[in-house]
């Protein structure tokens, strides 16, 4: 069965400094990888996702992402965080079944 | 354009009760997702609808129904609450049915409180 680990529940990172939020995945099958975000008090919006094709996936607000297949990795990373990036970040997985299993999430602290 | 919409925004209800939840899809969609998210947890499938049928089930148990009208909006029924069914409940919308390569657009969700 598919699942989603996220290793950090939290993490502070400084205004302006670079962030990665790792995520980890485990399929038997091929995969279609996701990274939403939850601001406070809202829905998830989706900042990036990777079908298939290059590994490298860019996605809104500056972020991106990278599959490792060998690995069965799919982190997050930006390269200079602003205090705007403050909220929940969750990383997920499809094996194309119409369902998508979410991970338990990371909350981003930006520090001034 | 209109995005997703839910209603209610809050409910509180008590053991044993049951419940109702609404979604509209994003104009232009016709699939709808339903979520599940408990505090401090990634949100978790319940069930989707396309074509006013549910095409694919999360690990729920029955209590938990659904329903697709023809203008595809979508309603999430809860019978016999517990005080575990508290929780945030999310609908995404998408087009087609291949909801997984489609972005799904989420709502705000129901934050449903079970005393």
């Known amino acids: 069965a598919q699942s989603v680990t996220q290793l950090d529940s939290q993490v502070p990172v400084f205004e302006e400094a670079p962030v990665e939020l790792r995520c980890n995945y485990s399929?038997?099958?091929?995969?279609?990888l996701f990274w939403y975000v939850q601001y406070p008090n809202q829905g998830l919006q989706l900042l990036l996702k990777?079908?298939?094709?290059?590994?490298l996936v860019k996605g809104i607000n500056g972020f991106e992402a990278e599959f490792n297949k060998s690995q069965t990795s799919f982190h997050l990373r930006k390269p200079s965080v602003h205090i705007s990036d403050t909220a929940e970040y969750f990383c997920?997985?499809?094996?194309?079944?119409?369902?998508?299993?979410f991970g338990k999430g990371t909350r981003l602290h930006i520090l001034p | 354009d209109a995005g997703v919409t839910q209603s209610p925004t809050h409910l509180i209800k008590t053991r044993g009760q049951q419940v109702t939840l609404r979604c509209s899809p994003k104009?232009?969609?016709?699939?709808v997702s339903w979520y599940q998210q408990a505090l401090g947890q990634g949100p978790q499938f319940i069930f989707q609808?396309?074509?006013?049928?549910?095409?694919q089930r999360g690990n729920f148990p029955d209590r938990f129904s659904g329903h697709q009208f023809p203008n595809y909006s979508s309603e999430l029924n809860v019978n016999a609450l517990l005080l575990g069914d508290s929780a945030l409940y999310l609908c995404?919308?998408?087009?087609?049915?291949?909801?997984?390569?489609?972005?799904?657009?989420f709502g705000p969700g129901t934050r449903l409180l079970v005393l």
């Open positions: 609808y396309y074509e006013e049928e549910e095409r």
């Open positions: 990777y079908l298939s094709g290059s590994t």
């Open positions: 997920a997985v499809s094996e194309g079944d119409d369902k998508i299993i």
């Open positions: 104009s232009g969609h016709d699939t």
């Open positions: 399929s038997s099958v091929s995969v279609y």
């Open positions: 995404a919308s998408s087009l087609g049915g291949r909801g997984y390569q489609e972005t799904q657009y």
